[in-house]
């Protein structure tokens, strides 16, 4: 399978994808997390052009996505990440081939961190990779506790990898609103107050979603940090 982010920014030139993350937060800053990737437009338009063009005989660009799907729902895969300390109930879900579920509960933000580590990292979904990555990689502190704030410093991968050619490198800057990225932040106690400095964001009593730019998925700007007060 092909590197999972190179793959997935390259389908997102042809069609727009939503890419959701929901964490919700206990008092004790235990809670669950789930990790939405919606491939249904790409899904719709790949079957319009296949109706087009019947003697188009190219390889179909979601059966990557299909497999990383089948490779995520091994047995041994639930079995690692539930081996991570504080990590529970890891399950991968799709509702018809077309999105990845990924949800899981965390005990603490060392876990959380763990885990978020993981999917974040650039090599994360592509086949057998996950597994290397629950010892290998170096856990990345996303999540901490300030004082009274939770702070949330969104680290996003860089997407240029070293030794790759320059036609297997995307520009996401040509991508414009291809991709749609957001991060939902849940709290069992109702937010005092946020600090999300230059953040396109919607605060409700409990909840806040943060809609990412594509400056900050490409890493050209300073890394995001947002911070929460709780009751």
Known sequence: MKHFITFLFGLLLFSSCMMQEKIYFKADYSGNMTYNIDMSALME??????????????????????EMIASLQKPEVKETMEKIEGISNFAVNTTNGADINIAF??????????????LRNSNAMQEGNMLEDATNIKTIEYFSLKGTSLVYA????????EG?????????????????????????KSIKKVTA?????????????ITWKTEHLTGKSKTPVVKVVTQ
């Open 197 to 209: 400095k230059g953040l396109e964001t919607q605060l409700t009593d409990r909840e806040l979603k």
């Open 45 to 66: 338009m790949t079957k319009s052009l296949a109706q087009m063009d019947s003697s188009n005989a190219q390889k179909d660009p979601s059966s990557d996505f299909k």
């Open 105 to 118: 509960e965390f005990a603490n933000l060392a876990a959380l961190n763990r885990m978020y580590t993981i």
């Open 164 to 188: 790759k050619k320059e036609q297997e490198e995307v520009n996401m800057d040509e991508m414009g609103d291809a991709f749609k990225m957001e991060t939902i932040l849940t709290f069992e």
């Open 154 to 161: 969104n680290q996003f991968p860089n997407t240029k990898q």
